[in-house]
């Protein structure tokens, strides 16, 4: 199991993006949070197996159909103990 920490950039809040990402998330059976952060990025923690995590990050530019996705940061951190997908 591996987990990264990504941000994201650009018109991401108030567009359903973090609600879009818990979708994606779950079905890839991952583990982790969507959080609005105050300088209007979005903050999004995935953990699970790695071919589905890479694939939660590719998909992180694609969002919900509202958003317009900017930029995708992301860096791995260590496991956290997180039970299911949620936002915040």
Known sequence: MICVRCIVSGKVQG???????????????????????SDGTVEVVACGVASQVKALQEWLWEGSQYSNVTSVKCE???????NQFNIG
């Open 76 to 82: 791995p951190i260590e496991a956290g103990s997180f």
């Open 15 to 37: 567009v359903w993006y973090r609600d879009t990402t818990r979708s994606k998330a779950r079905s890839l059976s991952l583990t982790g949070h969507a959080v609005n952060l």
